[in-house]
């Protein structure tokens, strides 16, 4: 039972755009929200984060979207760069023991 | 501090073999999950311990898998007998929960073990 879901497996943009990538959930118990990236032969590390409170949270060229009603949240990335090339890991957790991740999305940035 | 350490890199076995996956932790965190990374199911969380004692172990597979942590520095992750649907990279992390702090979980991983079971 996929309590986080990423619908999309990759993503290609092109470089100075912008990359949306999108995570959906389904567990409304869920009130924290992570953005992993992770690069070939390494683990995840975290990106940014947002809590059930918030609707939006930024770092830089990094931007976390929540939307509560929709159990939905978005990570922009703007400008893109090709160093952005990377999978990313959506996550969520409803406490601060347990951690769920979607699948994955791989995304290309073409310089 | 080195981060957190998974040995081997890489396994490469033949089905019925036993595996052992190890996991070092960073020093004084006293969470430690174990993932699992699949093309079809991302990260699934197989197992999580706090404080050395697991707390749960719905997402372990079947009885095949086990895993331990027998002190605050080391766990283990064995499959016996391993199977070849058993491929696949399996990510160890930790996190420290501060007292008093409400706030991210935010885990440390390990760069994984690679598993291939013939």
């Known amino acids: 039972d996929q309590q986080v879901k990423q619908n999309s497996p990759s993503l290609s943009v092109q470089e100075g755009r912008i990359s949306i990538l999108n995570c959906d959930y389904t567990n409304s118990m869920f009130d924290y929200f992570l953005w992993y990236k992770k690069y070939p032969a390494e683990g995840p590390t975290f990106l940014i984060s947002?809590?059930?409170?918030?609707d939006k949270n930024e770092d830089g060229r990094f931007t976390v979207f929540l939307n509560k009603s929709a159990k939905h949240l978005s990570l922009h990335i703007v400008p893109s760069q090709p160093g952005d090339s990377a999978v990313y890991f959506c996550a969520a957790s409803d406490g601060w023991d347990d951690m769920r991740f979607g699948a994955g999305t791989r995304l290309t940035v073409k310089p | 501090d080195a981060g957190v350490i998974q040995s081997p890199r890489h396994e490469v076995t033949e089905m019925g073999q036993e595996v052992t996956l190890r996991c070092k932790p960073i020093s004084g965190h006293d969470y430690l999950f174990w993932y699992r990374q699949t093309m079809m199911r991302g990260l699934e969380l197989l197992i999580y311990?706090?404080?050395?004692?697991?707390?749960?172990d719905s997402g372990m597979p079947e009885d095949r898998f086990s895993a331990k942590m027998p002190n605050a520095s080391f766990s283990t992750l064995k499959i016996q007998p391993s199977e070849p649907r058993d491929s696949a990279v399996y990510f160890c992390?930790?996190?420290?929960?501060?007292?008093?702090?409400?706030?991210?979980?935010?885990?440390?991983f390990g760069a994984g073990s690679r598993l291939t079971v013939l």
């Open positions: 311990f706090n404080n050395n004692v697991p707390i749960d």
């Open positions: 992390a930790s996190s420290l929960k501060e007292q008093g702090i409400f706030g991210t979980n935010v885990l440390t």
């Open positions: 947002i809590s059930s409170i918030k």
